[in-house]
């Protein structure tokens, strides 16, 4: 097991590339997604999709590559004004541009942000991202999930199980409060319209989701990808059905910003922990 440790600290510090798909419309996010991208969309005082990258650079991640779509030129602009251009590409397929983007109490840090398409599904911005991606072994996350889970531990089990997809799974905070009525306890009975209302806690799901966070082995673009497949609904339950899918499960904290409730919630969280709950 050492070995095996020694192994992922020397992959991570070797600069996986994390590549965030950051392209789509956030439709459920009413008005304000239509105007900028849901990475973009602030929480805690940042926008979200740099939360992400603070994240995983916290824990040692140097390479970053964001695939946007939907107004991506907010994205580049954000970095633009962030860190400075180090390079820029183009070629008949795809479109990127790269930064490097220096911190206070970290540096090294580099950002590519790749025009992926404004209706391309999931399948097909990885597709897109191949040369960018070049044959190496990435993690995987999308622009709108928050998340405390130890990646060297996801890619500690990942190599250690051989897997295609290592996949984070995580049980989603309920969205509605569960309400323990006093007659169940006492076994005295209510009138209709009546009851006592003598415990209210917040639901939690008993159910595994997939939460975004994964480690991926560049094989399976080329297998299960093709150029057409859609991710969550053809590749990765293809690969599942050849037994190369594997879930890596998280106690911690999770929760992704899918609507306007979502975004007030996660703000809750920070002023409930007085600190940014996310971060290791």
């Known amino acids: 097991m050492r070995s095996e440790q020694s192994t992922i600290e020397r992959i991570v510090m070797s600069r996986v590339p994390v ?7 956030g439709a459920r996010f009413d008005h304000e997604s239509q ?11 940042r926008p979200i ?24 030129g907010q994205i580049r602009d954000h970095f633009v004004g962030t860190g400075h251009m180090i390079a820029m590409g183009l070629d008949e397929s795809d479109r990127w541009w790269q930064f490097g983007v220096e911190y206070p109490d970290r540096y090294g840090i580099s ?31 999308y622009g709108d999930g928050l998340c405390n889970v130890s990646m060297h531990d996801v890619l500690e089990q990942h190599v250690t199980t051989g897997a295609g997809v290592t996949l984070t799974a995580v ?54 990808i093709e150029g057409e497949f859609e991710l969550e609904s053809t590749a990765l339950p ?38 940014l709950p996310w971060m290791r």
């Open 19 to 25: 590549v965030i798909l950051a392209g789509g419309q």
């Open 35 to 45: 105007v900028r991208p849901k990475p973009m969309i602030e929480v805690a005082g």
């Open 49 to 72: 999709l740099q939360h992400i990258i603070d994240s995983f650079s916290s824990q040692g991640f140097r390479e970053f590559i964001v695939l946007g779509g939907h107004l991506v």
């Open 111 to 141: 950002v590519t942000v790749a025009d992926t398409g404004k209706d391309s599904h999931t399948g097909i911005r990885l597709w897109r991202a191949r040369s960018l991606i070049r044959s190496r072994r990435f993690v995987l996350t």
């Open 171 to 224: 049980r989603p905070p309920g969205r509605f409060g569960v309400i323990h009525f006093g007659s169940e306890q006492s076994g005295l009975p209510y009138p209709s319209g009546m009851g006592l209302v003598d415990e209210f806690s917040e639901k939690t799901s008993r159910d595994w989701i997939n939460g975004g966070f994964m480690a991926v082995e560049p094989e399976f673009i080329e297998q299960y």
């Open 238 to 275: 293809e690969l599942a059905a050849s037994g190369g899918l594997h879930a890596y499960r998280h106690d911690g904290y999770w929760h992704c910003m899918d609507t306007r409730r979502d975004r007030d919630q996660i703000e809750q969280d920070v002023k409930r922990h007085g600190r």
